[in-house]
Nanobody, 118 residues
Framework: QVQFVESGGGLVQPGGSLRLSCVAS????????MGWYRQAPGKQRELVAI???????NYVNSVKGRFTISRDNAKNTVYLQMNSLNSEDTAVYSC????????????WGQGTQVTLSS
């Protein structure tokens, strides 16, 4: 059974930082691309950042230079370091796993809430 345990969300002031973590189980972590989606109220879900199994990273334009995604295959964990947060970053952030070879496979976590205080 695939399971993601996400943590690190919370309430933060504009300009602040948070570090999200996602521990995955039930998958062979090292062969999956890992990422983070977010969904804000009234908006479509968007892929914020992804790191391939080879370590290549990609970000949505709105977070480039502020967010950093990383992974630790030994710990089956993917991280999202978020700096210079602003109100547009308020959303539920969900862990994401993707296998693009053989049978295409995707999994999403339940999410952790990130809220920017006014």
């Amino acid at each position: 059974q695939v399971q993601f345990v996400e943590s690190g969300g919370g309430l933060v002031q504009p300009g602040g930082s948070l570090r999200l973590s996602c521990v995955a189980s039930g998958i062979r972590f090292s062969i999956f691309d890992m990422g983070w989606y977010r969904q804000a109220p009234g908006k479509q879900r968007e892929l914020v950042a992804i790191i391939t199994r080879g370590g290549i990273t990609n970000y949505v334009n709105s977070v480039k230079g502020r967010f950093t995604i990383s992974r630790d295959n030994a710990k089956n964990t993917v991280y999202l370091q978020m700096n210079s947060l602003n109100s547009e970053d308020t959303a539920v952030y969900s862990c994401y796993a993707r296998k693009t070879f053989d049978v295409f496979t995707e999994y999403w976590g339940q999410g952790t809430q990130v809220t920017l205080s006014s």
